[in-house]
């Protein structure tokens, strides 16, 4: 079956523009992750979704960072007033039921923000 | 501080030879400890998962340790190949609250034919 996709695959916006990733998780799983990993850099973890509980959000380094996940399927990241930190991969994954469950990642999306 | 550690240089091993890969933290009690691959330009692949009260798995050329004494996971790969060279991260899986993952910022490994 398909996996998890994210779009876009490449990203290029000015500083203080706003920028919208999205991911489609693999049918059926029901929990969804977000990582952001800068070059040379581990996965640093942002956000979780788990059904249709409240999000954990407390991996998000700003509140220009926001997340939602709709109908419990697809996810969209916003970053506001996006600044040239913020130029990193941003990853998806999803897993069928959380957890210490296997994670599904997507391929990223490169954001370079100038 | 709550710190995880991987061998911070790549490791470069001969075709045929077991590669090991290490995994420290400090001040965490995980309950679970990932392995994962990555290629560049691609996302993890996961490979193995080891529970706090197991302290060895094993999957065909694949065997991760974990000794939370220590604070401690190994990662081998015997028979090496060239195709297992990879990124090869590890991720502690916390289970108080809400699930979180943190994942170590990884170990290169090339495998010379």
């Known amino acids: 079956g398909a996996g998890v996709s994210q779009s876009p695959s490449n990203k290029v916006t000015e500083k203080g523009k706003d920028v919208e990733l999205r991911c489609d998780p693999i049918s059926g799983h029901t929990a969804l992750y977000w990582y952001r990993q800068s070059l040379g850099q581990g996965l640093e973890f942002l956000i979780y979704?788990?059904?249709?509980?409240?999000?954990?959000k407390s991996g998000l380094p700003s509140d220009r960072f926001s997340a939602e996940r709709t109908g419990g399927s697809v996810s969209t990241l916003t970053i506001q007033r996006t600044q040239q930190e913020d130029s990193a991969v941003y990853l998806c994954?999803?897993?069928?039921?959380?957890?210490?469950?296997?994670?599904?990642f997507g391929p990223g999306t490169r954001l370079t923000v100038l | 501080s709550q710190k995880i550690e991987q061998n911070s240089e790549a490791l470069n091993i001969q075709e045929g030879k077991t590669a090991t890969l290490t995994c420290n933290y400090t001040?965490?009690?995980?309950?679970?400890l990932q392995w994962y691959r990555q290629d560049p330009g691609r996302g993890p692949v996961f490979l193995l998962l080891?529970?706090?009260?197991?302290k060895e798995k094993r999957k065909e050329r694949l065997k991760v340790t974990f000794d939370t004494t220590l604070k401690q996971s190994l990662f081998h790969i015997t028979a090496s190949q060239p195709a297992d060279s990879a990124t090869y991260l590890c991720a502690l899986v916390f289970t108080s609250g809400t699930y979180k993952y943190i994942f170590g910022t990884g170990t290169r490994l090339k495998v010379l034919a």
């Open positions: 001040n965490y009690s995980p309950a679970y």
């Open positions: 994954a999803s897993s069928p039921w959380g957890a210490a469950d296997t994670q599904y």
């Open positions: 979704f788990q059904g249709n509980s409240a999000p954990d």
């Open positions: 080891i529970r706090e009260n197991e």
